[in-house]
């Protein structure tokens, strides 16, 4: 080999040593530049929980504020002092699950009508338990209301049988309606029952002060009994004659009243709800298969006052269809003591109706709202 050759194999090897040397220092200089740049470690950012848990931590569920609300009772001349404002007995468990229902679950469940049982099973039940609930308080005469924490929704809703699981249960006992107020032996007798529900599921229960109840239910009877009014204007035929029944039937459901199975003619609003009612004067109910051989002397069209919303407005409505009928039959329109039924009578109706709405407004307790209406049934 020439010295020629030798020296290029020389410089060829040289190169290629200052490549891969130059290669090598360059992949060192980009690897301690991303060192650098990385220097900290950042993390994944689909494994960084961090911002997740801020998140979480500032965020807060909408829910409604039941824990501080009371049913303000205001007080009047005829209404003890002690039901100026009912107090709210519950448990914070029992304000969380008032806290997680909505407005419509509010109509359901009202701490001034209702006693209520909290159940808590440990673990969810199925609507099943409405099952049980009929069987253990079949024969209880008191309204009675279910209702059950959804799992799924954290809602509080009554309960449907075949839906949903429920983490708590609610039996809600009316203590008051037109039969009078909850008594002791049947209060007791609820809590025993209620008891038994709870045994039955391994559940964990909480009832409320029994006395607290019965004094509430007492008081709260006690105003409702001094707004229970019915009024009626009567129809009665001239001279002791009789009215046939058909006449009569003809006149009510010209002016859109219907004959229910009660055996009275109901005058409704749009929504179906009885504004007032027209009643046979004697005893003897109105029926679709006796009408058209009754005769009467005369009709009663009556007004349920506390049931009725815009109350002065249907007074007038039902003078309106009175009077009509007064002409119309050739009778004569009196009051209940069979006087007939003059201007300043009207006008005193009318101011009493005034007063009835008043105090009942005053006391929460609105005129054909839920709350009166259960109450006045």
Do not use: W
Not at 89 to 113: G, M, N
Not at 132 to 138: P, S
Not at 243 to 252: D, E, H, Q, S, Y
Not at 332 to 346: A, M, Q
Request: proline letters at 4%; hydrophobic letters at 45%; a negative charge.
């Amino acid at each position: 080999m020439s010295e020629l050759q030798i020296s290029l194999a020389i410089a060829g090897l040289l190169i290629v040593i200052g490549v891969y040397a130059f290669n090598r220092y360059q992949e060192s200089k980009f690897r301690r530049q991303s060192e650098q740049d990385f220097e900290g470690g950042e993390e994944d950012i689909l494994l960084d929980k961090s911002d997740d848990e801020a998140s979480h931590e500032a965020r807060r569920e909408p829910s409604i504020d039941l824990g501080e609300e009371t049913f303000e009772i205001a007080a009047s001349e005829h209404m003890p002092e002690a039901f100026v404002a009912p107090v709210r007995h519950e448990t914070d468990e029992v304000a969380k699950t008032h806290a997680a229902s909505d407005k419509p679950t509010l109509a359901v469940l009202d701490e001034v009508v209702d006693y209520v049982a909290a159940i808590y099973p440990k673990e969810p039940v199925t609507a099943n338990v409405l099952l049980d609930l009929e069987k253990k308080f079949a024969g209880f005469l008191r309204p009675l209301r279910l209702l059950g924490q959804n799992v799924f929704t954290d809602a509080l809703e009554l309960v449907a049988s075949g839906k949903h699981d429920y983490s708590k249960l609610l039996i809600a006992m009316q203590l008051v309606n037109r039969a009078g107020p909850v008594g002791a032996a049947e209060l007791d007798d609820f809590c025993v029952r209620a008891q038994s529900l709870a045994d039955d599921l391994a559940a964990v229960i909480e009832l409320p002060d029994r006395g607290e109840a019965l004094a509430r239910a007492a008081t709260l009877d006690e105003f409702c009994a001094s707004v229970d009014v019915l009024i009626g204007v009567n129809v009665v035929a001239a001279n002791s004659e009789s009215i046939p029944a058909t006449k009569i039937r003809a006149l009510a459901e010209a002016s859109g009243m219907k004959l229910k199975p009660d055996g009275t003619f109901h005058f409704a609003n749009d929504d179906g709800v009885t504004l007032f009612t027209l009643t046979n004067f004697a005893p003897t109910p109105f029926s679709p298969e006796n009408i058209r051989q009754m005769s009467t002397n005369g009709v009663t069209l009556l007004l349920d006052v506390p049931k009725v919303a815009n109350g002065a407005r249907v007074f007038d409505q039902m003078l309106v269809l009175a009077r009509q009928m007064t002409g119309s039959l050739g009778g004569t329109l009196v009051d209940d003591n069979r006087r007939p039924l003059s201007d300043s009578g009207v006008a005193k109706i009318k101011a009493q109706l005034s007063t009835i709405y008043t105090r009942m407004e005053a006391a929460n307790l609105a005129a054909g709202g839920e709350r009166a209406l259960r109450l006045f049934s």
